[in-house]
């Protein structure tokens, strides 16, 4: 060592702490800050007008919008249980092809409604009068419309109907006799190898009006409707 030399320069001053130390204190201050402000908020209960109305200056939202998911897209556990519903239009395409061909179905009428495709048969084919007894006329008919929606996932109705004439005494009244007649209907369909569930309804004389007029009224009025909905039936 050379004699005179400073100390300074043998052993150099430890360096001092970086000038921007201050900023881990300002961090952790921002966040103590921000999860003051997230606790603030969660705690809070939010007002739906206010939310509607800032959905409002938002073109193409509002009602229905943000948070509204399209019918398609709600699913319940009874939705995701039904079959795949066939087309109507092309149900009754179907229909209107196996008409000329088949005697049984001579007499079928179809009528496009709100509900479905209704499927009408008049009760003097199918039973004879007051009676709910399937005729073998009857059964032919069902058999034949059985092969057609044993292949459909559409929800099924089958309806009866009656005139306004009393029923007799082995009925307490006419809708006792349409309903028997609607459960004949399903226990063919059954037997003829339509196994899903079938809904099945008696309308007595109640819709007597939705028919013809006064003098072929009694006649259609005596029927028996399958009602195939634009819906899946369960599975």
């Known amino acids: 060592m050379k004699a005179g030399l400073p100390l300074l320069k043998l052993f150099p001053a430890p360096q001092t702490a970086s000038g921007k130390a201050w900023l881990v204190t300002f ?11 997230v606790m603030l908020y969660s705690m809070s209960e939010p007002d739906p007008a206010r939310y509607q109305r800032a959905l409002g200056v938002v073109p193409g939202q509002g009602r229905g919008g943000v948070g509204a998911p399209p019918p398609s897209a709600t699913f319940t556990a009874e939705s995701l ?17 196996l008409l000329p061909g088949n005697t049984a179905l001579a007499d079928l009428r179809m009528e496009r409604r709100p509900e479905g495709l209704a499927l009408t048969l008049p009760a003097d084919l199918l039973f004879a009068p007051g009676d709910a007894q399937l005729s073998e006329n009857g059964r ?23 005139d306004a004439t009393p029923a007799g005494s082995h009925w307490p009244s006419n809708w006792e006799l349409s309903l028997a007649r609607a459960q004949a209907v399903a226990a063919a369909l059954h037997q003829a190898g339509y196994l899903r569930p079938i809904t099945m309804r008696g309308h007595g004389d109640g819709r007597v009006g939705e028919v013809a007029g006064p003098a072929e009224g009694n006649a259609q ?9 634009d819906h899946g039936g369960p599975r």
Do not use: P, Q, S, W
């Not at 032919?140 to 009656?162: R, T």
């Not at 009025?221 to 909905?229: C, G, Q």
């Open 81 to 97: 249980n039904r079959e795949k519903a066939a087309d109507l239009g092309y149900l009754r395409r179907v229909f209107e092809n």
């Open 27 to 37: 961090t952790d201050l921002v966040c103590l800050l921000l999860t003051f402000f």
């Open 221 to 229: 009025a005596r029927r028996v409707e399958l009602v195939i909905r």
């Open 140 to 162: 032919a008919a069902l058999f034949v419309m059985a092969g057609v929606v044993d292949n459909l996932g559409n929800a099924l109705d089958v309806a009866g109907h009656a």
